[in-house]
């Protein structure tokens, strides 16, 4: 294809010829609404492009979101990359869209409301019977139901593009469960930091009215008897593709992110599993496509909450959007939309493009004819809404067996194939590695619907996407934020600015789901068993390092503790046959292998720290951006930890726990800090608690008590430096280390935040805070048992340093036998009266 | 091992010099980030920064605009005005640096991070494009030291000084914006764009999501005042900053000498209504509270330094 | 004629289980051809709540919801329904043309019909359907004829196995080797009407098993019973039983009818708890009353 | 890289490379690695090292224009190598060394017997800028008066090692010769584990035993301060870093004050709270503005009265610094022969006291051969090099001396040992010095190695880091296996 002569702004900017360019026009003209932007962009040399990429890099990286939603598990994702430069819509074109989005949302609306209703459409047959059934989203259990306020939609988007001519079209609906809405606010977020002064400029619309918007929508989607409702985000949890964006979105809107297992159905209400007991739930923004919403009334899966269908049906709880509504999100319904208006009296603003259901006749005949000429989708394999991988494509790219299954199905299911005309569509600028160049956007659009009307957001969601493959295939890369200019008075404003707020009257403070408690919990046990393996490692290399000899000094007596410490630490089981390694290994091997167990298998540091950003991830709300910035840090970290470091003495270790261990405190401090001391800061301070007390008595266990008088100094010097108190032990006793000393430090001493006095004394505040249940009492009795231990090691004599015949010191290891176990059976307490997860044992029975 | 009077009073200042720094960033910021949510036909003024700082007559006294341009300068790098960011973290540091040897390694290492970072980039912290970073990077920091003392600080005298006046700076900086910027929403009555605006109020005190959470609802005036001032479990609240000011001083030798004027604070706290709907007495309850504070200052600083000779 | 049915489900979990929740189509409903008199569903452990409906399909359905722990659970429907054997209707047009009749509008029997047309959870398209309805419907052959040999062929080339199939056997296995029981078969039939475009449905219920003198005694007793109708516009609903050969099935009790199995499965539940073996036992119960 | 590029200055000592560029034996391992790193990872773990320095805050302070100026510590990753076998004899001779210095001390603020049977002449102490009246008749603890010394060592082009100068009064280095090591672990991780380096860092806890040992009161709790004279003191780095350690207060002047009782007091938030042992780092000048100069700000007034009442140890004892003087270093053999009756283990530098007309001559005559330096003056000011002087600098400084010929002494020009050195992106031989540290007390202390200093500039033989000089980590290294014991390392 020709070039056009190239943009009078972008140097080297040319759009193909025969296309639609966002930015420039037919004859190079760079149209209204870029031209601030192109000047920006014109001004910037290649660094800067580069640099601007990093930056936006770096600060998607900081939100905590690599990843755009894409097809498999979340670890076999595509990276979420953000092109720097927005895609502008001029405010008068944006109108255009405003409208026709709004009319397309209320002719589904109704649409949907009609088949799970009167059928006029389908027995006029305006809509086909087939298409409608056949519908991956249609749900048998929406018939006949009638949600509240008689509305099927509160959220909706559309995935646009535009014509060669400059016409947009619809692409596809997306009716169940919409995603995209935190993302573009992400998107925002960035690009508004990465290019401040250009969006003072050109100040394209605010997001934050939208998002005011979508909460009055939400609660405009309670039953109506509920006053002030109640809203949480439910989501399919971890493992689903957006779940970044269902935590996100929670997070931003302020409620409560949860997922089916922490909702029940009572009494023909929605009740939230929360520490306290069961909590009332009214409007649920559901991201479960709508078949995992209820086993009872699903006849295969085991997905969703037991009875919520009949709770929605019976207007106990509120669904956004309502259940059944994916209906409509089926291509095979798309080209019908345009039917449907028609019925309704009125003509479509916004077309979708030209789309022909084979379960027509003529269609099919026409598609089996000139197959190359289309784009093949299979409805029933795109699922509700499609975001998984969609057997979706090219009639042209069709290999003669593929060629020969797609006749199959078309010949004997009709019903499931739709066909789109191939197009090129519109391209805007993209900044790419070699400069500003063309590339085809598709627009994801969002709209609210709430008892003020339809709200649509003023920018979205635009993705980049490769011509060569179909789109609907493409999930993931790279996007852009939209801009829409405020260059139109009459705009309409949001709805939320049109309504008097309602004053909070729900207090979530001390609200908590279970799932969230125990979240936190482990982001707290995770961090501190990292920083324990991180400090224990790091000081037995640098006294190796000093001095070799310890290795084999005293017949391993040296060595054997500090490797026994490392692998306890590591929650591995020792390769050391009591004490010994087979002689086959040499000293140094053997310590070799226990710095790598620590520090670089996934057993040891690399795993913790995922188990931390995992649990971090599942209770997002409770956690603060910034904080994010420092996990994706100890991401970076981790894998490298993993992948490069080959060797224990590789100089590159010691440097990469600096930064680790840095990070670690950066963390300890944004938690102190701006966090509420609610449930949720609790149940972390405990899980940081327990963690430390446990790696403090680990460390008692395998290194101080075989500690021989010879090996005893630099043995506890490793312990001191491992517990970070060498300096504080200095301060304080100006000896060389004594074992009294020592356990006066990190065992009595209840004012150094590392004694394990200090870890009961938080335990017993915190538990004395929680709400209290059947077995918290059993909680505050084992602490008090851990600290009868103490008596234990009150004073300790010269005799109680004696090693004993099997070369221990016997009142250490009383002294830890007696803390250790009542400290245990606490986790396992805890575990039992607050984080009692039945769903991990639900099963599913059936009978004949 | 006792700890020096003037060792204490470098500890007081040097966590008062990093929380001004880090506090002043923030509101920097989210001042930005309301504009850049703001349409262009809102007009904005950058006057409350400087108010909010109390720094508006020395600004005036150098500078002839009050544009985006001085107020930013003069917040983050400008010699003339000794609250700058620039100075605060070398003043932090002036201090923390002969108060080294009670403070664990790594706090040190992180101020004097701070202060070579800081020096070398005062630019990028006026410059629109950077500026994000640049405050990234000082609460970073801050966020740093905090949990190092945290995590490996004795709960020794020392520390408490810290904590001191970290929890002092904290309450000044909270009852400066809401007197200055709550104050003046209040006045200003609920307009389109009041809720971006709340919202910079509760990102300036990196209060948003934790204000969320705790009212599970649109952002309203009168319940972002209640919540700044009263609540006991934010940490920036003015009521919990007392609180911990005065916990402090109950585990510091001879606190109790103070018990007396903390306790006329907390009186002053309480007497600021969360439901002012007139922001002119907003702004002055909130007056009263900054001398009150003033007053609190100094009687800590005679209490345990006296007068060096 | 009256049928008085008590039909049982025990479940032994074998652990405590903290909560259950559970959904039946357990009542049987009313038909043009039999008439609910009686019903009632007994439950043990008594349940929080119970709850009835009718579905999508008018289907009764029934609840309950267990919250206290329990580790048995037993659940006993008894009715009282009169039945009379229905007239098959001897639609001799050809086959092919049945569906022209709905040429025109639709009404809205004709509409709900549409909905047992495409392939469902249960019965996926499978050729090989098509090519055992094609045996049967060949073409011109007066439908009724058609409907009779299809059902026939399944009975003759099928052979009832309750060991070789479950609820979760796909209907793939049942095509291959060629046995099963009445529920594949239901299935079977269903989707061989379905492939060639005539709607077919499958209808749940229960089988009377005690014979009356001379009579060889009926397969299916002890278990809940299905098998398939296939819609004639402006005629209805007409049911085949596979299983036994039977058109018109008599002596069958109606519970319901959906898409497939799955649509109207007797009991299906979610129980919270440990997992364990948990075993099931169903005893069905089907007799005969003498109306004075 | 190729051998040639390990180069040795013709005719110099290198303390790693025999004169063929090949590595000595104790240097085996450390040179091999340089072959096998190459300039350029060198160049990469230096900016490493230098980031660390600079992360770190290890720094010291140029005094300039009324502000303090802190520079980074100026580091080479190279270390310099020393046998143990060598270390053994050097140690012996220091403690030997100290013991007669610490006697001589004694004595001559007591009996002065060493110059009434003739040995040291009387007026050099009646000229003697470092002899303190005011100390007359005190007897510290143990007789020992220059606690912590630290002597510096060189190497000449034959290899012998001379004792160049005993800094007995407040000797500094101690801190960055621990920090070097720090960093040389970091930047030589993986080289670490093949040497056994015999641990440096003991030493501040040598060093706390040393100073509660002092305390008047006896026993063990003995409250310990450091004294410093403040922030803008080039050495306050190592101040705040030794009290750091010890776990001891870090004190100014102003936070001490000497009641009534002729106790000394700090202030604390508590109040007042007794002092024991001050190891001061505050010149003898500045410690007391009550006995010596009363401008002081920095020190503490009625210091003085206390520890001659004692009721507190000040180390090293004010006066301690008579014998450092250079002039007196020329008496040292003579007083390890008189006091101990052994014969000096480390040799002198040959010295001429331009106090006597002889040997003033001799110097004015040779001076392009001698270097000449002022008898009394820390740092390399005022140093003159005589091959390397101009004939105005020889003419002015042959003034200097007729002037006040007691105030010069002279010593011929030492051509001080070379090792490899990383200057920007070569390794270069460069002149290096080293300062061992002692403790004495009850007991003798030596560090293992010391501080290595550098000169930078291309054959200069100025090692002080205020004037460009650079620093070394120093391993002493056994090359008899099993000879080393196993001792407490790492931080």
Redesign the interface.
Same mark, same amino acid.
């Given at each position: 294809m020709l070039a056009s002569s190239t943009s009078d702004l972008l140097p080297g900017y040319a759009p193909q010829q025969d296309g639609y360019d966002e930015a420039v026009g037919p004859s190079g003209e760079t149209r209204p609404a870029w031209k601030m932007l192109s000047r920006a962009v014109a001004l910037m040399t290649p660094a800067d492009i580069a640099d601007r990429q990093r930056?936006a890099d770096r600060l998607v990286e900081?939100e905590g979101a690599s990843y755009l939603f894409h097809d498999e598990g979340a670890d076999a994702s595509r990276p979420w990359r953000l092109d720097p430069l927005p895609l502008v819509l001029g405010g008068h074109e944006w109108a255009q869209i405003e409208r026709g989005v709004s009319q397309r949302v209320r002719i589904l609306d109704r649409m949907i409301a009609d088949i799970y209703g009167e059928q006029r459409l389908l027995l006029d047959r305006v809509l086909p019977s087939a298409a409608v059934f056949g519908a991956p989203g249609y749900q048998l259990a929406a018939h006949g139901m009638m949600p509240p306020q008689s509305r099927w939609l509160a959220v909706y988007a559309a995935d646009l593009l535009r014509l060669a001519n400059g016409e947009w079209r619809v692409l596809r609906d997306l009716t169940d469960a919409p995603s995209g809405a935190g993302y573009a606010l992400v998107n925002r977020n960035v690009s ?6 250009v969006?003072?400029d050109m100040?394209p619309?605010?997001l934050?009215?939208f998002f005011?918007d979508m909460?009055l929508a939400l609660d405009a989607s309670a039953p109506p008897d509920r006053p002030?409702p109640?809203?949480v985000v439910l989501s399919p949890g971890l493992g689903d593709p957006s779940y970044f964006e269902h935590s996100y979105l929670a ?5 409560h992110l949860v997922e089916t297992g922490d909702l029940v159905v009572r009494h023909g209400r929605v009740w939230l599993r929360a520490l306290s007991g069961l909590e009332p739930i009214d409007v649920l923004l559901r991201r479960v496509d709508s078949n995992s919403v209820d086993p009872l009334e699903s006849a295969t899966g085991m997905m969703g909450v037991p009875g919520l269908a009949r709770a929605a049906r019976g207007c106990g709880v509120g669904l956004a959007n309502a259940l059944g509504s994916g209906v409509t999100a089926s291509m095979a319904v798309l080209p019908f939309v345009a039917d449907a208006a028609v019925a309704f009296g009125e003509e479509l603003m916004l077309p979708a493009l030209t789309t022909r259901w084979c379960g027509d006749p003529e269609n099919q005949s026409m598609v089996l004819a000139a197959l190359s000429k289309f784009v093949l989708h299979d409805t029933a394999g795109l699922g509700v809404e499609g975001v998984r991988q969609a057997p979706t494509v090219f009639g042209s790219q069709l290999d003669s067996a593929a060629r020969r299954q797609w006749i199959d199905l078309i010949t004997t299911q009709p019903h499931r194939v739709v066909a789109q005309d191939k197009a090129t569509f519109a391209t805007a600028p993209v900044m790419t590695p070699a400069g500003v160049r063309p590339g085809t956007v598709v627009l994801r659009v969002l709209a609210v619907v709430g008892r003020q009307g339809i709200s649509v957001m003023p920018g979205g969601l635009a993705r980049v996407m490769d011509p060569s493959i179909p789109i609907v295939n493409q999930t993931s890369g790279q996007t852009k934020d939209v801009w829409v200019l405020?260059d139109r008075p009459d705009r309409p404003?949001p709805m !939320?600015?049109r309504v008097v707020? !309602?004053?909070?009257? #729900?207090?979530?403070?001390e609200s908590l789901p279970t799932r969230a408690a125990e979240a936190m919990y482990w982001v707290g046990r995770n961090a501190e068993r990292s $920083?324990a393996l991180a400090r224990a490692a790091s000081s037995a290399l640098s006294i190796v390092q000093g001095d070799p000899t310890l290795l084999t000094a005293f017949d391993g007596g040296w060595r054997r503790p500090v490797v026994a410490g490392l692998y306890a630490l590591a929650d591995v089981a020792s390769p050391l046959v009591d004490g010994k390694s087979p002689s086959t290994v040499t000293p140094d091997d053997e310590f070799r292998a226990a710095i790598r167990t620590a520090l670089i298998d996934g057993s040891g540091l690399p795993g913790t720290l995922r188990g931390l950003s995992r649990a971090a991830s599942s209770a997002r709300?409770?956690v !603060?951006?910034?904080t994010w910035?420092?996990l994706g840090e100890l991401g970076a970290e981790r894998t490298q930890l993993g992948a490069e470091v080959a060797d224990a003495y590789d100089s590159g270790v010691r440097r990469r726990l600096d930064t680790v261990?840095?990070n670690?405190? !950066?963390?300890?401090?944004?938690f102190? $800090?701006?966090? #509420?001391?609610?449930p949720a800061w609790r149940f972390l301070e405990i899980g940081r608690r327990v963690d430390r007390a446990l790696c403090v008595l680990s460390v008692f266990d395998n290194v101080v008590s075989p500690a021989s008088p010879g090996t005893r100094s630099s043995l506890f010097d490793h312990v001191l430096a491992s517990n $970070?108190s060498l #300096?504080?032990y200095r301060?304080?006793y100006r000896s060389d280390a004594v074992l009294d000393a020592l356990v006066d430090l990190l065992i009595r001493?209840d004012?150094?935040?590392?004694a394990l006095a200090?870890q009961l004394d938080q335990l017993r505040n915190q538990i004395a805070l929680l709400p209290s249940r059947d077995g918290t009492q059993v909680l505050t009795q084992k602490i008090e048992q851990a600290s009868a231990s103490l008596v234990e090691v009150s004073w300790l004599t010269s005799e109680a340093d004696q090693l004993g015949a099997n070369g221990r010191r016997e009142v250490i290891d009383r002294f830890v036998r007696a803390a250790r176990t009542p400290l245990l059976e606490f986790a396992a307490q805890l575990n039992l009266v607050y984080f009692n997860d039945p769903t991990r044992l639900r099963q599913k029975v059936g009978g004949r | ?8 009073e470098q500890l007081y200042w040097g966590a008062r010099y990093i929380e001004r720094a880090e506090d002043t960033v923030r509101v920097v910021r989210a001042y930005?980030?309301v ?7 809102v007009t904005t003024s950058w006057e409350p920064l400087l108010a909010i700082t109390g720094t508006r007559a020395l600004h005036d006294a150098h500078h002839d605009r009050v544009d985006e341009a001085s107020v930013i300068h003069f917040l983050v790098a400008d010699d003339a005005n000794p609250n700058c960011i620039v100075h605060a973290v070398a003043a932090a540091r002036?201090n923390l640096?002969?108060a080294?040897?009670v403070l664990?390694?790594?706090a040190?290492?992180v101020v004097?991070?701070m202060y070579?970072y800081v020096a070398a980039h005062r630019s990028d912290g006026v410059s629109?494009?950077s500026?994000?970073?640049f405050a990234?990077r000082v609460?970073?920091d801050?966020?740093?030291?905090? %949990?190092?003392l945290? %995590?490996? /600080?004795?709960?020794?005298?020392a520390y408490e000084f810290l904590r001191l006046g970290q929890a002092m700076e904290r309450a000044d900086m909270t009852t400066r914006v809401l007197g200055v910027r709550a104050a003046a929403l209040v006045e200003s009555g609920a307009d389109?764009y009041a809720?971006?605006q709340w /919202?910079g109020v509760l990102r300036s005190l990196?209060?948003l999501?934790?204000y ?7 952002i309203?005036g /009168?319940?972002v005042i209640d919540f700044l001032l009263h609540?006991r479990?934010?940490?920036?609240s003015v009521m919990s900053c007392l609180q911990a000011i005065r916990d402090g001083l109950a585990r510091?030798?001879?606190g109790d000498q103070l018990a007396p004027v903390i306790a006329e604070v907390f009186a002053t706290a309480a007497q600021v209504s969360g439901d002012a709907v007139d922001g002119a007495e907003l702004d002055a309850e909130t007056d009263l509270l900054q001398s009150a504070l003033a007053g609190l200052n100094n009687a800590i600083i005679s209490t345990?330094v %006296?007068v060096?000779? | 004629m009256r049928y008085s049915v008590r039909h049982r489900t025990f479940y032994r979990y074998g652990e405590r289980m903290s909560s259950g929740q559970s959904l039946g189509h357990l009542v049987p409903r009313n038909t043009p051809h039999q008439t609910l008199i009686t019903s009632s569903v007994h439950v043990d452990p008594e349940p929080e709540e119970t709850a009835e409906w009718a579905d999508a399909f008018g289907n009764t359905v029934t609840s309950f919801t267990l919250t206290s722990p329990h580790e048995t659970l037993e659940v006993i429907a008894d009715s009282e329904i009169d039945v009379v054997v229905p007239v098959v209707p001897d639609v001799d047009d050809p086959w092919e043309s049945i569906m022209g009749r709905m040429a025109g509008g639709l009404n809205q029997d004709d509409l709900d019909a549409q909905q047992f047309l495409l392939p469902s959870p249960f019965i996926p398209y499978l050729f090989e359907l098509h090519a055992i309805a094609k045996g049967a419907f060949v073409s011109d052959r007066p439908f009724l004829e058609a409907f009779r040999a299809l059902c026939a062929a399944i009975y003759e080339d099928y052979s009832f196995d309750p060991s070789f199939s479950d609820v979760s056997t796909p209907l793939g296995d049942v095509l291959v080797h060629r046995r099963g029981v009445c529920q594949d078969f239901a299935h079977l039939m269903t989707g061989a009407l379905r492939s060639i475009g005539l709607p077919a449905r499958y209808v749940s219920g229960y089988i009377e098993t005690d014979p009356p003198p001379g009579q060889k005694k009926l397969v299916g007793s002890d278990a809940s019973h299905a098998w398939c109708s296939v819609y004639v516009p402006e005629v209805g609903w007409i049911d085949a039983d596979p299983t036994n050969n039977q058109i018109p099935p008599h002596r069958h009790v109606t519970v319901g009818w959906g898409r497939d199995y799955g649509d109207v499965a007797p009991l299906r539940g979610v129980v919270l708890g440990p997992s364990a073996s948990q075993n099931m036992t169903v005893e069905v119960d089907v007799r005969r009353r003498e109306i004075a | 890289m190729t051998v040639t590029d390990l180069r040795v200055n013709a005719g110099a000592y290198d303390e790693l490379l025999l004169p063929d560029g090949s590595a000595r034996e104790h240097a085996q391992v450390l040179v091999n690695t340089l072959r096998r790193l190459g300039v350029d990872e060198l160049q990469a773990r230096q900016d490493h090292a230098d980031l660390d320095i600079? &992360?770190?805050?290890i720094t010291f302070t140029v005094y300039s224009d009324g502000r303090g100026i802190d520079r980074a510590w100026p580091f080479d990753v190279i270390p310099r190598v020393i046998d143990a076998t060598e270390w053994r004899h050097i140690e012996a001779g220091l403690t030997q060394r100290l013991r007669a210095l610490n006697m001589f001390i004694d004595d001559i603020y007591n009996e002065q017997r060493v110059i009434v049977d003739g040995v040291f002449p009387i007026e050099l102490l009646e000229g003697s800028v470092n002899f303190r009246p005011e100390c007359r008749g005190v007897r510290p603890k143990y007789g020992v008066w220059a606690h912590i010394s630290g002597s510096d060592i060189v190497r000449d082009f034959d290899g012998t090692v001379y004792v160049l100068e005993d800094n007995l009064r407040v000797p500094s280095g101690v801190s960055y010769m621990i920090e070097n090591r720090l960093i040389s672990k970091r930047a030589f991780a993986d080289v670490f584990e093949q040497h056994s380096v015999q641990p440096v860092d003991g030493y501040t806890d040598e060093l706390f035993k040393l100073l509660t040992s002092l305390s008047p009161a006896g026993g063990s709790s003995a409250s310990v301060v450091v004294l410093t004279p403040? *922030?803008y003191n080039s050495a306050y780095f190592e101040h705040?870093f030794l009290?750091?350690r010890m ?6 002047g102003? @936070?001490l004050f000497v009641d009534d009782d002729n106790v000394v007091y700090?202030?604390? *938030? @508590?109040g007042p &709270?007794r002092v024991d042992v001050i190891y001061r780092r505050v010149d003898d000048m500045f410690i007391d503005p009550e006995a010596f100069r009363a401008d002081s700000t920095l020190g503490v007034a009625g210091l003085m009265r206390s520890w001659r009442a004692g009721k507190v140890a000040i180390a090293n004892a004010p006066g301690a610094g008579v014998a450092d003087d250079k002039v007196v270093y020329a008496w040292v053999p003579d007083f390890i022969r008189y006091y101990l009756h052994e014969e000096p283990i480390l040799a002198n530098v040959p010295t001429y006291r331009c106090m006597y007309p002889a040997e003033c001559q001799y110097v004015i005559e040779h001076m392009a051969e001698l270097v000449v330096k002022p008898a009394n003056e820390s740092g390399g000011a005022g140093l003159l090099i005589g091959n390397r002087a101009t004939a105005a600098e020889i003419l002015e400084r042959t003034e200097a001396i007729l002037a006040d010929p007691r105030n010069w002494v002279a010593q011929p020009i030492l051509s001080l040992s070379t090792a490899p050195t990383l200057c920007d992106g070569a390794i270069l031989p460069r002149h290096l010095d080293l300062r061992p540290f002692i403790l004495t007390g009850a007991t003798s202390y030596v560090t293992a190695g010391g501080l290595t200093r550098v000169a930078l500039r291309e054959g200069s033989l100025v090692v002080n880091s205020s004037q460009g000089g650079g620093s070394k980590d120093t391993w002493v290294i056994e090359t008899q296996p099993g000879a080393a014991s196993p001792t407490t390392a790492g931080e």
């Open positions: 930056q900081a508004a930091q990465m290019l401040p002064d969006v003072r100040a619309l605010s934050a009215p005011a909460r002030s109640r809203t997070a931003h809107l302020g409620y405020d404003l !939320s600015t707020r !309602s004053m909070p009257q #729900v207090d979530l403070r $920083e709300q409770f !603060s951006a910034m910035r420092v261990l840095v670690l405190s !950066s963390l300890a401090g944004l102190n $800090e701006s966090t #509420v001391r609610g $970070e #300096v504080a301060r304080r001493d004012t150094n935040p590392r200090f | 091992m006792a700890l020096l009077s003037r060792v204490a930005t980030d504009l850049v949510d703001l349409p262009t036909s002036e640096r002969s080294r040897e664990p390694r790594d040190w290492q004097n991070d070579l629109r494009r500026r994000s970073r990234e609460i970073a801050s966020q740093r030291l905090d %949990g190092i945290s %995590g490996q /600080m004795s709960r020794d005298h389109v809720e971006v /919202m990196s209060a999501q934790m969320q959470r705790a009212t599970n609802s649109p309203n /009168m319940s609540d479990a934010f940490p920036r510091l030798p001879r345990y %006296g060096l000779d | - | 600079l &992360t770190m805050g403040g *922030i705040g009290a750091q776990g001891v207060p870090l004190v100014e102003r @936070d700090m202030r604390t *938030i @508590d &709270t």
